[in-house]
């Protein structure tokens, strides 16, 4: 959650730790600090807020000699979001960041109470500092220290220490929570919570394993473990990432940026999937992993929020097309559960970030039990792909905003080409139904290009809702079959970004209680795309309508019949009279009205859209 950085070497120190942590604000923004060597001594700068305010405190100042410094953003677990509770915590001659959380950290600080202790401040982190200091003062070495340090703790964190009894290093351990480590190719060494905030100056990245213990320093990085001070042996990789992905180019916030950019989303997911040399339709091309979803009994798909939703769309395609029992999950729920495994049963676990702690959990609890586990994340080296037996990565590039939206829609694509590549080996009927489905799909990012035109009709009709009915009381979205993931999807972007009260129903549920709270200042948002039950959804928006409810309507263009019982109607590029559209391919084109709809929704209402309260973009505590 929080973010952390570090460099050693010949750049300017503070100009890459306030570079990084701007790349990382998006995951913990309640405070933020630096720590840095100025001619051999520790200097510490921080604040509550943005980093806006500790970028006011480091103004002029250029430290002198080598350069040396840690950074960190935080999202607030243990004490308030105050300047004291930020980091850096500094405790004599030793000062760390830490991301995560230390469990026994009563246990910690009564031991070192007892020894005549008193932290500063409410953090469990600060604590860790009393111990490397502790360790320090019987005349161990840092590295030494932290390592003795850091057995001590219980709980899932990473820390990076730095200490001015040895200057020109920083020691930083990693254990559940990512850290991302890169040489300088001029000399010296990057440290990173996420590979985003050094991408600009390599893509050769060595991630971290739980246990790594790391020292960086002039010479560059090395790597060993809380068990064995020898070299631990790890491999760079290189990310595909360009740097020139990381910026807004243009639009007012990365939200809209991504949210524009799911054409190109859809195509380079296609393109790292696929075998396009071949010319079945669904070629996916062979990779490890591949083979046990063909031979899958049973489909244990677990995730948390959007990646949830686009798992639940994963689950109505699997069964669909690839035929296979698929059972959703919350991993914060099945992780404490004792859920009853058959034979042939493969877990997906679903995140993009790759580092979220309940679904990683899941994984590594049904690997424990023998269960095959898969994983889609977005970012290669995150610790949710190297812990699943088969990792499978969408290629959403980075996603800045808060709110997930590309990485959404790549996630689903994921499922939907596995969906697709089963459906070809049950029988020829379903085999020459999802021929005809492949074509459809692969032309899909050029009607996604059409709609996302930013003074195209769907793009207005959405900023046009949101005028509308910026201050309604309330909101629902419903949705049936295929688009009921997507009405759940709609609510949660609205609650996130814009504050206001949201849920999504399957349409046919809402009779069972929420339409209780129907009146006129109440505002559903219906899925209305001409599927199967098309129908069945017009009958619930009808009955809304009675009941005074606004309706925002979203189907086909032309769709006269239901655009005319809409207060705002907002139009898809698929013509209400193509019949041959399937049905299975609405949720693509969907997910991006309610995405926009609650982007602007968001702007009316002046809220901090790509940072809103409270959230973190990798929620890696429990
Ligand atoms: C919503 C959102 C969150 C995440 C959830 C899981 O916009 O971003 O609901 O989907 O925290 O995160 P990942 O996908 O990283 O596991």
């Known amino acids: 959650m929080c973010g952390v950085v570090g460099y050693v070497g010949r750049r300017p120190v503070l100009d890459i730790l306030v570079k990084g942590l701007k790349r990382l604000e998006y995951r913990g923004y309640d405070s933020a600090g630096v720590a840095y060597f100025d001619s051999d001594k520790l200097k510490v700068e921080k604040s509550e807020g943005k980093l806006v305010n500790v970028e006011k405190l480091l103004a002029g100042?250029?430290?002198?000699?080598?350069?040396?410094?840690?950074?960190?953003?935080?999202?607030?677990?243990?004490?308030?979001?105050?300047?004291?509770?930020?980091?850096?915590?500094?405790?004599?001659?030793?000062?760390?960041?830490?991301?995560?959380?230390?469990?026994?950290?009563l246990?910690?600080?009564?031991?070192?109470?007892?020894?005549?202790?008193?932290?500063?401040?409410?953090?469990?982190?600060?604590?860790?500092?009393?111990?490397?200091?502790?360790?320090?003062k019987s005349g161990k070495k840092l590295v030494e220290s932290v390592r003795e340090s850091f057995k001590l703790l219980h709980g899932f964190c990473s820390v990076v220490v730095m200490s001015e009894q040895e200057p020109g290093k920083f020691v930083a351990v990693r254990n559940g929570t990512p850290l991302v480590a890169a040489v300088d190719p001029q000399g010296g060494a990057f440290l990173a919570s996420d590979a985003q905030a050094l991408l600009e100056y390599t893509k050769e990245m060595i991630f971290l394993e739980d246990g790594d213990v790391l020292v960086g320093d002039e010479s560059g990085i090395h790597i060993s473990t809380l068990a064995s001070t020898k070299d631990a042996g790890r491999k760079a990789v290189t990310l595909n990432w360009s740097a020139d992905k990381m910026d807004k180019q243009g639009f007012e916030h990365y939200m809209l940026k991504e949210i524009m950019e799911q054409p190109m989303t859809m195509v380079d997911t296609l393109n790292s999937l696929l075998d396009r040399a071949r010319t079945d339709p669904f070629p996916l091309a062979e990779q490890p992993g591949?083979?046990?979803?063909?031979?899958?009994?049973?489909?244990?798909?677990?995730?948390?929020?959007?990646?949830?939703?686009?798992?639940?769309?994963?689950?109505?395609?699997?069964?669909?097309?690839?035929?296979?029992?698929?059972?959703?999950?919350?991993?914060?729920?099945l992780r404490y559960r004792d859920p009853v495994l058959r034979a042939g049963a493969v877990l997906i676990g679903t995140s993009q970030s790759g580092e979220t702690a309940d679904t990683l959990a899941i994984i590594k609890e049904m690997r424990k039990r023998g269960v095959p586990t898969v994983s889609i994340t977005n970012v290669r080296g995150s610790t949710i792909s190297r812990e699943s037996n088969y990792g499978f990565f969408t290629s959403a590039?980075?996603?800045?905003?808060?709110?997930?939206?590309?990485?959404?829609?790549?996630?689903?694509?994921?499922?939907?080409?596995?969906?697709?590549?089963?459906?070809?080996?049950?029988?020829?009927?379903?085999?020459?139904?999802?021929?005809?489905?492949?074509?459809?799909?692969?032309?899909?990012?050029?009607?996604?290009?059409?709609?996302?035109?930013?003074?195209?009709?769907?793009?207005?009709?959405?900023?046009?809702?949101?005028?509308?009915?910026?201050?309604?009381?309330?909101?629902?979205?419903?949705?049936?079959?295929?688009?009921?993931?997507?009405?759940?999807?709609?609510?949660?972007?609205?609650?996130?970004?814009?504050?206001?009260?949201s849920e999504g129903y399957a349409a046919g549920e809402l009779k069972h209680g929420p339409i209780a709270m129907i009146d006129k200042e109440m505002v559903t948002i219906v899925l209305v795309p001409q599927d199967s039950l098309y129908e069945k959804t017009v009958s619930n928006l009808q009955e809304l309508k009675a009941r005074g409810s606004k309706i925002i309507g979203i189907g086909n263009a032309g769709d006269e019949k239901v655009k005319k019982d809409c207060d705002v109607w907002i139009p898809i590029p698929v013509k209400s009279a193509d019949k041959d559209f399937d049905e299975s391919l609405y949720p693509f084109l969907l997910v991006p009205a309610v995405q926009l709809f609650s982007y602007y929704m968001a702007k009316l209402k002046g809220t901090d859209v790509d940072q809103p309260r409270n959230l973190a973009k990798s929620v890696t505590v429990e």
Request: glycine residues 8%; contains cysteine.
């Open 107 to 136: 246990e910690i600080k009564a031991d070192l109470k007892k020894k005549g202790y008193e932290p500063a401040s409410e953090t469990d982190s600060e604590l860790f500092g009393f111990l490397v200091l502790d360790k320090m």
């Open 397 to 501: 590039g980075p996603e800045f905003s808060v709110a997930a939206t590309k990485s959404f829609l790549a996630q689903a694509l994921v499922f939907f080409l596995w969906a697709g590549h089963l459906g070809l080996r049950r029988s020829k009927d379903i085999a020459s139904q999802v021929q005809v489905i492949f074509d459809q799909l692969i032309k899909l990012p050029h009607l996604l290009e059409s709609m996302l035109k930013p003074d195209g009709v769907m793009v207005r009709a959405c900023e046009e809702a949101a005028k509308k009915f910026q201050n309604a009381k309330g909101f629902f979205f419903i949705g049936r079959g295929y688009s009921f993931p997507i009405a759940l999807e709609g609510a949660l972007k609205l609650k996130e970004v814009a504050y206001v009260h």
């Open 290 to 333: 591949v083979e046990v979803l063909r031979s899958a009994k049973e489909f244990i798909l677990a995730a948390c929020g959007t990646s949830w939703h686009a798992s639940l769309l994963g689950k109505y395609w699997l069964e669909r097309w690839g035929g296979v029992p698929a059972n959703i999950e919350y991993s914060s729920e």
């Open 61 to 105: 100042i250029a430290p002198k000699g080598l350069q040396l410094g840690i950074g960190h953003t935080r999202w607030a677990t243990h004490g308030k979001p105050t300047t004291q509770n930020a980091h850096p915590h500094r405790t004599g001659h030793v000062v760390l960041v830490h991301n995560g959380i230390i469990e026994n950290y």
